[in-house]
């Protein structure tokens, strides 16, 4: 019997979660706003980040270029295998808060956006790029001229190949700008190339920055969680405690459900995390506060649910 490629991957994805929250053994050193996807069914690739400096101002992070990665093939207890990958056709440049997806192929990471060096002045060169874990290298993707640079925004995969990038926060000659832009702005990629932008929000909606989105196969529905700005939402919640105002969160869907795990993000204007970093939402439209004892319960339970599936 094979096991199918989906398969593998949630298995591999669930078995590094665990050992990581175990082990918490990290790259150095600490970033927040990186992108990270998981590639070859086994490679876990991250790419780009920042630090804080002097305050928890985002204007004056520190940007970077470093690519980093973890083969979960052979791990046994311990995940510190991390290694530094040096492309062999240079690096794109440092960047943070950027959109970032794993591309259907299971080979290529798209990058969109993000701050850029962050200096205040340069702007964002390479606004989009392309990078293939075969090769370890990136390539570079044409953007149309006068398309804005955007930042702090999440980038989703659907069932048709299809990246989509909502909303974010504009930049203009290296600063950002303090608005972000309308929630018509909305982007999408296929087969790695840019597509267009669309108009697709109703009237009275509102764009939001920081945000994260998890893609809801069962319904073909892509639900936006949390960030700036959040005056409008997908649905209305029946149920169920509100998770706290945060931003550069992350939203997972499980696996065989149709249920979404919140996991940390940040208050606005300071750089710790929330107190309920960990939630999950399910599509009733509920809320629950997820112990963090019990979290590994959870994904145990994901994890046994889908051997049943792991041959076909």
């Not at 056709?89 to 990471?109: E, K, T, W, Y």
């Not at 204007?269 to 970093?277: H, Y």
């Not at 939402?281 to 046994?304: A, E, K, P």
Request: glycine letters at 8%; one cysteine or more; aromatic letters at 12%.
């Amino acid at each position: 019997m094979k096991k199918s490629a989906a398969a593998t991957r949630l298995w591999s994805v669930g078995y590094f979660f665990i050992f990581t929250v175990v082990c918490a053994i990290q790259p150095e050193p600490p970033i927040l706003g990186q992108g990270c996807a998981l590639l070859k069914q086994h490679i876990i690739y991250c790419y780009g980040g920042a630090t804080y400096t002097s305050d928890a101002n985002n204007r004056h992070a520190k940007t970077h270029d470093t690519l980093y990665a973890l083969d979960l093939q052979g791990t046994s207890t311990q995940v510190d295998s991390w290694r530094l990958v040096t492309p062999r056709g240079g690096s794109i440049g440092p960047n943070a808060a950027f959109a970032f997806a794993g591309l259907a192929d299971d080979v290529h990471m798209i990058v969109h956006g993000g701050w850029g060096l962050n200096d205040g002045h340069t702007s964002l060169i390479n606004q989009t790029g392309v990078f293939s874990a075969e090769t370890e290298n990136w390539e570079i993707i044409p953007m149309p001229k006068k398309t804005s640079p955007l930042s702090e925004m999440p980038a989703v995969l659907d069932m048709n190949k299809t990246v989509w990038i909502w909303s974010g926060q504009a930049a203009k000659g290296g600063d950002r700008e303090s608005d972000v832009p309308e929630p018509e702005n909305i982007r999408f990629f296929f087969n790695q190339q840019f597509v267009a932008n669309r108009a697709l929000f109703p009237a009275n909606s509102y764009a939001r920055l920081g945000h994260s989105a998890a893609f809801l196969a069962a319904e073909a529905a892509i639900l936006y969680f949390g960030g700036l700005n959040q005056t409008w939402g997908i649905r209305p919640i029946a149920s169920g405690v509100i998770p706290s105002a945060r931003y550069f969160h992350t939203t997972t869907s499980v696996p065989g459900t149709s249920d979404i795990i919140l996991y940390g993000g940040r208050a606005y204007g300071t750089d710790r995390p929330v107190d309920d970093f960990l939630r999950s939402w399910s599509s009733m439209g509920s809320y629950r506060t997820i112990v963090f004892s019990s979290f590994l319960v959870l994904i145990v339970t994901v994890l046994l649910r889908m051997i049943s599936t792991l041959f076909v």
